[in-house]
């Protein structure tokens, strides 16, 4: 099951039976079975809160993916900041829209086991969501 909460936000516009097609699907491309994921739609001040808390970072970030995975099923919890989203929008020049979405599959994609901390992964992490979000966008 793929659930949405908000805290301290709107909830954004996404079609949620078209979103869990999507992410059922991609996660199929790599052998995965969606579990339990559940997303987090919050602003910048809680990300910040969630990212000292739990992984020591100081810094504002899109993206905080937690892993709860169990073999093949894919299951986490995945705080998005729609105020970075929306700030990473502007500075690349495309719509929110495909801002988050690149986002939302971002996360699927930490948890069907891609990393990106070096360029290389980083290389191979943007390769897989523009792969996706073609598979999105058909």
């Known amino acids: 099951m793929i659930s949405y909460n908000i805290e301290g936000v709107k909830m954004p516009k996404i079609s949620k ?8 699907a991609v996660a199929a491309k ?7 994921v559940a ?5 910048d001040p809680k990300i910040l809160e969630v990212n000292k808390e739990y992984l020591n970072h100081d810094y ?3 993206i905080i993916t937690f892993d709860y995975c169990e073999g093949n099923v894919l299951n986490g919890d995945i705080f998005i900041s729609l ?15 495909e801002e ?39």
């Not at 790599?30 to 339990?36: A, Q």
């Not at 997303?39 to 602003?43: A, N, Q, V």
């Not at 996360?107 to 792969?131: F, S, V, W, Y």
Request: hydrophobic letters at 40%.
């Open 17 to 24: 039976r078209e979103t869990n097609a999507w992410i059922k």
């Open 30 to 36: 790599y052998g995965k079975k969606v579990g339990e």
């Open 39 to 43: 997303y987090i739609f919050c602003d």
């Open 60 to 62: 504002f970030t899109d």
């Open 83 to 97: 105020d970075t989203v929306a700030s990473n929008a502007e500075e690349f020049g495309v719509t929110f829209d």
């Open 100 to 138: 988050l979405h690149r986002v939302l599959i971002h996360g699927i994609l930490h948890l069907c086991g891609q990393d990106d901390q070096t360029p290389e992964l980083r290389a191979e992490m943007i390769a897989k969501e523009n792969d996706a979000l073609a598979m999105h966008n058909a």
